[in-house]
């Protein structure tokens, strides 16, 4: 049975425009290979800065010089003093009998931190006080922490911190590893900086040379045109997810406690959420530099100051909290932390998800309204 004429030309037209499609994929896709610096930042950054959060920049406490003051050594003041040297945490610098020479060398800088046992401390326990540097309020916190965990490791001794008695028990980072704030917060970064700066930068790079105007008298619609060249970093946003996830987990040493369905499912809205913010800018730009300016003030400022990567937005002011409630990164960070490390359902999440969804149906909605089929 043959197909009428008109049919065999449809079919023949479409096939034509689907060919047509995949071979601009294809184009973008040997473009962004070819281009050096692009492929420095897609596959140099991501690793840089894992190896940077992971390694070197990291809150975690490591040899916090500490002085013991010790009026009597007896065998449970000597068992908690090896406690303590035995960790990596703490360096013992020297040992006194009185808490005024304690202070002394805190504050002529040659300590950071002192222990005080009390002279009855094994026969009556009366507990442990703790002196701490405290110039710098976040890691004295840290120090007292640290100290209260591990005194407090397979023992039942209370420390006595100045006006409270505290038993502390640590969930989900016992080792208090900053690479478990750090990775998710990296992921959030990464994934939004190269789905949106990535695709702005790459639309507007046909505007500047003249070149969109070619792509839109072609047989295929101009919308496709645009999908064409958002897909490659589609699939370039999983492989960095999915490099991130195999580095936290194998070189940092980071659980993956939740679904990894789940975590990719939230980062597939998040993803297209980024696609649809890289569109809007592009639409909005009209030169590469110009994309790279609206994407640097736009995304990396807010993304490092107030989505909660390095700062609680808890401790922010109220203004800033309300400036970072339109910042998306804040909600997939909330959402990787809780899945990632805390290893909840994806019910937990599900706040989280649906602010992702609606802030991606604005911006798909805002780029596809301001998208002109034809060039100015």
Same mark, same amino acid.
């Given at each position: 049975m043959c197909l009428p004429t008109w049919l065999v030309r449809q079919k023949d037209r479409e096939i034509s425009a689907m060919k047509l499609f995949?071979?601009?994929?294809?184009?973008?896709?040997?473009?962004?290979?070819? =281009?050096?610096?692009?492929?420095?930042?897609?596959?140099?950054?991501p690793i840089v800065l894992m190896l940077l959060f992971g390694f070197a920049i990291t809150t975690d406490v490591k040899n916090v010089r500490t002085v013991v003051v010790n009026a009597n050594a007896d065998y449970a003041t000597q068992q908690a003093v090896q406690k303590l040297s035995a960790s990596e945490y703490f360096n013992i610098v020297s040992t006194v009998s009185t808490p005024q020479e304690a202070e002394r060398l805190i504050?002529?800088?040659?300590? =950071?931190?002192?222990?005080?046992?009390?002279?009855?401390? $094994?026969?009556?326990?009366?507990?442990?006080?703790?002196?701490?540097?405290?110039? =710098?309020?976040?890691? $004295?916190?840290?120090?007292?922490?640290?100290?209260?965990?591990?005194?407090?490791?397979?023992?039942?001794?209370?420390?006595?911190?100045?006006?409270?008695?505290?038993?502390?028990? @640590?969930?989900?980072?016992?080792?208090?590893?900053?690479?478990?704030?750090?990775?998710?917060?990296?992921?959030? @970064?990464?994934l939004m900086l190269v789905c949106a700066m990535m695709t702005s930068i790459s639309i507007v790079r046909e505007k500047e040379r003249g070149t969109m105007e070619v792509l839109l008298v072609s047989p295929v619609k101009p919308l496709m045109i645009i999908i064409s060249k958002v897909i490659p970093y589609l699939v370039l946003a999983f492989f960095i997810l999915t490099c991130i996830l195999l580095m936290a987990r194998f070189v940092? =040493?980071?659980?993956?406690?939740?679904?990894?369905?789940?975590?990719?499912?939230?980062?597939?809205?998040?993803?297209?959420?980024?696609?649809?913010?890289?569109?809007?800018?592009?639409?909005?730009?009209?030169?590469?530099?110009?994309?790279?300016?609206?994407?640097?003030?736009?995304?990396?400022?807010?993304?490092?100051?107030?989505?909660?990567?390095?700062?609680?937005? !808890?401790? @922010?002011?109220?203004?800033?909290?309300?400036?970072?409630?339109?910042?998306?990164?804040?909600?997939?960070?909330? $959402?990787?932390?809780?899945? @990632?490390?805390?290893?909840?359902?994806?019910? !937990?999440?599900?706040? !989280?998800?649906?602010?992702?969804?609606?802030?991606?149906?604005?911006?798909?909605?805002?780029?596809l309204a301001k998208f002109k089929q034809r060039l100015e």
């Open positions: 995949l071979s601009f994929i294809l184009k973008e896709t040997k473009h962004i290979l070819r =281009d050096r610096r692009t492929m420095l930042i897609l596959f140099g950054m504050r002529n800088q040659q300590a =950071d931190m002192a222990i005080v046992f009390e002279a009855d401390y $094994a026969s009556k326990g009366s507990g442990i006080q703790l002196m701490v540097d405290g110039s =710098d309020p976040n890691m $004295a916190q840290q120090w007292t922490s640290y100290a209260q965990q591990t005194l407090l490791a397979n023992s039942s001794s209370i420390i006595k911190v100045p006006g409270s008695v505290v038993n502390l028990k @640590m969930l989900y980072n016992p080792q208090m590893k900053s690479a478990y704030n750090f990775v998710p917060a990296i992921m959030g @970064m990464l940092l =040493d980071v659980p993956l406690q939740g679904s990894i369905l789940w975590i990719y499912l939230t980062s597939t809205i998040y993803i297209v959420l980024a696609l649809s913010l890289g569109m809007l800018i592009s639409n909005i730009a009209q030169t590469q530099l110009v994309a790279l300016l609206m994407s640097a003030m736009v995304l990396l400022l807010p993304i490092v100051m107030l989505s909660g990567m390095l700062f609680p937005v !808890e401790s @922010m002011p109220q203004i800033l909290q309300w400036v970072s409630a339109v910042i998306p990164p804040r909600y997939y960070i909330q $959402a990787m932390r809780k899945l @990632m490390i805390m290893g909840v359902g994806i019910q !937990e999440v599900a706040r !989280e998800l649906f602010i992702l969804l609606g802030f991606t149906i604005v911006l798909l909605g805002l780029a």
